[in-house]
């Protein structure tokens, strides 16, 4: 998804935000920023209604990408695909939230697990916590690593 502004240009892909901006309408140079949605989390997502002068756009979608405040204006004839990129936002938000809580429940359960139960043998209760934490990171790492998010408006 892409929405283009004078002096910018914002792209959504399945993976990234990526931000294209210039200097002036006509310039050649480009700063070009891309965000991994794996690496920063997506927050404070917003649809607002802009003012009625001449140079504001009929809408704003803003959101926080880790420490990096972004905010889009989006002309009339887009505002249901920037309806539909605030529904996808707010949803990988929320996903964020959920594999950050069970990353959470993981690692305190494997720091639960790495602890010897007093009276037994060290070597056959060390191995046996080990395969168990080893088992339980590999399905964690699988459920929580990065991936193409695809979601359905």
């Given at each position: 998804?892409?929405?283009?502004?004078?002096?910018?240009?914002?792209?959504?892909?399945?993976?990234?935000?990526?931000?294209?901006?210039?200097?002036?309408?006509?310039?050649?140079?480009?700063?070009?920023d891309r965000i991994e949605f794996f690496?920063?989390?997506?927050?404070n997502v917003c649809f607002e209604t802009?003012?009625?002068?001449?140079?504001?756009?009929?809408?704003?979608?803003?959101?926080?990408?880790?420490?990096?405040?972004?905010?889009?204006?989006?002309?009339?004839?887009?505002?249901?695909?920037?309806?539909?990129?605030?529904?996808?936002?707010?949803?990988?938000?929320?996903?964020?939230?959920?594999?950050?809580?069970?990353?959470?429940?993981?690692?305190?359960?494997?720091?639960?697990?790495?602890?010897?139960?007093?009276?037994?043998?060290?070597?056959?209760?060390?191995?046996?916590?080990?395969?168990?934490?080893?088992?339980?990171?590999?399905?964690?790492?699988?459920?929580?690593?990065?991936?193409?998010?695809?979601?359905r408006l």
């Amino acid at each position: 998804m892409m929405f283009k502004a004078a002096k910018e240009i914002h792209l959504f892909t399945d993976l990234a935000y990526i931000s294209i901006k210039g200097e002036s309408a006509v310039s050649q140079k480009r700063f070009v920023d891309r965000i991994e949605f794996f690496e920063q989390i997506v927050s404070n997502v917003c649809f607002e209604t802009a003012g009625m002068g001449i140079t504001d756009r009929d809408v704003e979608l803003k959101f926080e990408m880790g420490a990096t405040a972004i905010s889009i204006d989006i002309w009339k004839a887009e505002i249901e695909s920037a309806k539909k990129l605030y529904r996808a936002l707010l949803i990988l938000s929320h996903e964020q939230a959920k594999n950050r809580e069970m990353l959470h429940y993981a690692t305190n359960a494997l720091g639960r697990m790495a602890p010897v139960a007093p009276g037994s043998t060290a070597d056959a209760a060390g191995v046996a916590n080990a395969q168990m934490a080893i088992a339980t990171a590999s399905t964690f790492h699988n459920q929580l690593s990065p991936h193409s998010l695809q979601i359905r408006l």
